[in-house]
């Protein structure tokens, strides 16, 4: 008699495969958001984002004469509208490393 206990087979997962969501920034630099400084912006982010954190820019994001337009991803959207470049660093540091958005820099069309 054996003393060997058989337990169920599981299957085992493979966490490399799964798809886990990144944080991600996207700048308009669009004609509109170009004349709020939006190469600025862009800029400002790509030299202070964590690494982990993609950044794109787009050409234009919907929302002219509101720029510069930013949306910060991570499941979900997150719309900030006339961001000035000296501005950069709070969402850094408030949504993307705190991880709380920057209520009064949220764009009120998308965000109440
Ligand atoms: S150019 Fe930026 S929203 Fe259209």
Redesign the pocket.
Known sequence: MSSEIQLPSVNKVDLSQQHIPQEKVVV???????KYN?AQVFDNFRQNLPPDVELMS????????????VVVEFVDQTWYSEVHPDEVKIIIQQHIIGKSPVKEMLYPKFHK
């Open positions: 308009c630099r669009g004609r509109s958001c170009r939006a787009v050409q234009c994001l919907g929302q002219c004469g509101n720029g510069t337009m």
